[in-house]
C-alpha cells in the first residue's frame, strides 16, 4: 500500500503497517477471489481496503497529533 508524501505522517504510516498485517492479509486474499470472478462487474473488496485502512488510521491518529502538538 502505497504510503502518504508527507514528510511527518509517511514514515508513521510505515511504521503503523505492520500492525495491520492481518487486514492487509484479508484484502490480498479478496483481490485474489475477486480477480478469478471474470463475469461478476459487482464484485469488489472495498470492505477489506476500508479496514486495512482504518487500521492504520487508529495507529497513525494518536502519534501524528503527539508530534504536531
Not at 487486514?23 to 483481490?31: G, L, P, T, V
Not at 464484485?43 to 502519534?63: M, R, S, T
Request: glycine content about 8%; some cysteine; aromatic content about 6%.
Amino acid at each position: 500500500m502505497q504510503t502518504s508524501e508527507c514528510k511527518v505522517k509517511g514514515p508513521i504510516q510505515e511504521g503503523c503497517a505492520s500492525g495491520c498485517e492481518k487486514s492487509w492479509s484479508a484484502y490480498q486474499a479478496c483481490s485474489g477471489r475477486v480477480a478469478k470472478l471474470e463475469h461478476d462487474e459487482k464484485a469488489n473488496c472495498l470492505g477489506q481496503f476500508l479496514e486495512h485502512v482504518q487500521c492504520i488510521d487508529k495507529c497513525v491518529g494518536p502519534k501524528l497529533f503527539a508530534q504536531l502538538k
